[in-house]
Nanobody, 125 residues
């Protein structure tokens, strides 16, 4: 049974940092793209960041570029999201996703096969 579990969310003041982690189990994920998405109240789920299987390819939403960094450790089936200079508009539930094999689908909210339950990130002003 495949499981994707996020951790590391919390409450932080604007300008602060948080690090999200995602651990996947039940199969190997070293040959698929993994990504982070977020969903704020009354908003659609949106793409945040994605990383290729070797870790050399990354993509970011314009809204987080330069502030967030995605990384992965294939030996641990883990992907992380370092979030710096957080803003109140970053407040959302953050989801880890895995399973896309085509880089052209890395930003798609409907193409990933596996999703975590989400972790809440709240940024106060």
């Amino acid at each position: 049974q495949v499981q994707v579990v996020e951790s590391g969310g919390g409450l932080v003041q604007a300008g602060g940092s948080l690090r999200l982690s995602c651990t996947a189990s039940g199969r190997t994920f070293s040959n698929v793209i993994m990504g982070w998405f977020r969903q704020a109240p009354r908003m659609e789920r949106e793409f945040v960041a994605a990383i290729g299987w070797a870790g050399s390819l990354t993509r970011y939403a314009d809204s987080v570029k330069g502030r967030f960094t995605i990384s992965r450790d294939n030996a641990k089936n883990m992907v992380s999201l370092q979030m710096n200079s957080l803003k109140p508009e970053d407040t959302a539930v953050y989801y880890c996703a895995a399973g896309v094999t085509s880089w052209s689908l890395a930003m798609s909210t409907t193409s990933y096969n596996y999703w975590g339950q989400g972790t809440q990130v709240s940024v106060s002003s």
